[in-house]
């Protein structure tokens, strides 16, 4: 636990270490924030409810995944894959730690970061301007839970997509398809409520909707008794099953590792 703590501190300080890189991504989060705010409100001009949610519940929606975009990191993330391209890959297996462990331990540092200077400016930005709604204690203790299995829901995801680069000699195409289906079937491009009942409950059902709509669903207390329980065991199991996939995908990678150049 003291190795994967030493680690986790890495994560936060490497970020730390930009501090206007923050401040830029806070500023532009909070751009589009007021951007898709304003045309979910127009939505709501000829109706007061769409898939359960009224216009309080959408403009907090909007402000709190966009709080959240870095900090479970939706977006493409190529360090591992790079690692594997350049083949630094071989150092990291030469290490006495799980190539795996040590960037979930990175992950689970860098993302209290993000959540507090990139994430929680945006939205206290927007809870000026909007009518925002507010957990009760014990949904906004769920919400810390959820958004910390979320964290490791879309790690697992990543690790994943990345590790496609141990069989392809150009990964991009696969990270960009990759992000394309998580910010898609996650509730980061609309809310999963708005869809049609069978495609929202296959979005549900996926590990994807355990990254954004399911945090934001328990902040806005949509998910209550049986149902909260059954939503944050929904994505326990989706982030150990993707660590355990991914731990194959390495271990199946690493019988015979060949690096560029010899």
Same mark, same amino acid.
């Given at each position: 636990?003291?190795?994967?703590?030493e680690i986790a501190k890495r994560g936060w300080r490497?970020?730390?270490?930009?501090?206007?890189?923050?401040?830029?991504?806070?500023?532009?989060?909070?751009?589009?924030?007021?951007?898709?705010?304003?045309?979910?409100?127009?939505?709501?001009?000829?109706?007061?409810?769409?898939?359960?949610?009224?216009?309080?519940?959408?403009?907090?929606?909007?402000?709190?995944?966009?709080?959240?975009?870095?900090?479970?990191?939706?977006?493409?993330?190529?360090?591992?894959?790079?690692?594997?391209?350049?083949?630094?890959?071989?150092?990291?297996?030469?290490?006495?730690?799980?190539?795996?462990?040590?960037?979930?331990?990175?992950? %689970? /540092?860098?993302?209290?970061?993000?959540? =507090?200077?990139?994430? *929680?400016?945006?939205?206290?930005?927007? &809870? !000026?301007?909007?009518?925002?709604?507010?957990?009760?204690?014990?949904?906004?203790?769920?919400?810390?839970?959820?958004?910390?299995?979320?964290?490791?829901?879309?790690?697992?995801?990543?690790?994943?997509?990345?590790?496609?680069?141990?069989?392809?000699?150009?990964?991009?195409?696969?990270?960009?398809?990759?992000?394309?289906?998580?910010?898609?079937?996650?509730?980061?491009?609309?809310?999963?409520?708005?869809?049609?009942?069978?495609?929202?409950?296959?979005?549900y059902a996926l590990p994807f909707g355990s990254v954004?709509?399911?945090?934001?669903?328990?902040? %806005? /207390?949509?998910?209550?008794?049986?149902? =909260?329980?059954?939503? *944050?065991?929904?994505?326990?199991?989706? &982030? !150990?099953?993707?660590?355990?996939?991914?731990?194959?995908?390495?271990?199946?990678?690493?019988?015979?590792?060949?690096?560029?150049?010899?």
């Open positions: 636990m003291r190795l994967d703590w490497r970020y730390a270490a930009y501090p206007w890189a923050t401040v830029a991504g806070a500023f532009t989060n909070t751009i589009f924030g007021f951007l898709l705010a304003y045309i979910l409100l127009a939505v709501y001009r000829s109706r007061t409810d769409v898939g359960g949610f009224d216009a309080g519940d959408a403009v907090t929606y909007v402000w709190l995944s966009q709080s959240m975009i870095m900090t479970v990191y939706i977006f493409s993330w190529w360090e591992l894959a790079w690692r594997i391209r350049d083949g630094s890959i071989t150092t990291d297996l030469l290490r006495p730690l799980n190539p795996q462990r040590y960037w979930l331990a990175f992950d %689970l /540092g860098r993302a209290p970061y993000h959540f =507090l200077f990139r994430g *929680l400016p945006p939205f206290v930005l927007g &809870a !000026l301007v909007f009518d925002l709604r507010y957990p009760s204690p014990l949904d906004a203790l769920a919400f810390v839970l959820s958004l910390t299995l979320a964290v490791v829901v879309s790690f697992g995801f990543r690790f994943i997509y990345n590790s496609v680069a141990f069989w392809l000699l150009d990964f991009r195409g696969i990270i960009t398809l990759s992000t394309t289906i998580i910010v898609f079937f996650s509730g980061m491009a609309i809310p999963l409520r708005f869809m049609p009942p069978v495609l929202r409950d296959i979005c954004i709509q399911t945090p934001v669903d328990i902040w %806005l /207390g949509k998910r209550e008794g049986a149902a =909260l329980l059954g939503m *944050l065991a929904l994505q326990l199991f989706w &982030a !150990l099953a993707l660590l355990a996939i991914g731990q194959f995908v390495l271990q199946r990678a690493t019988r015979k590792v060949v690096v560029q150049g010899g």
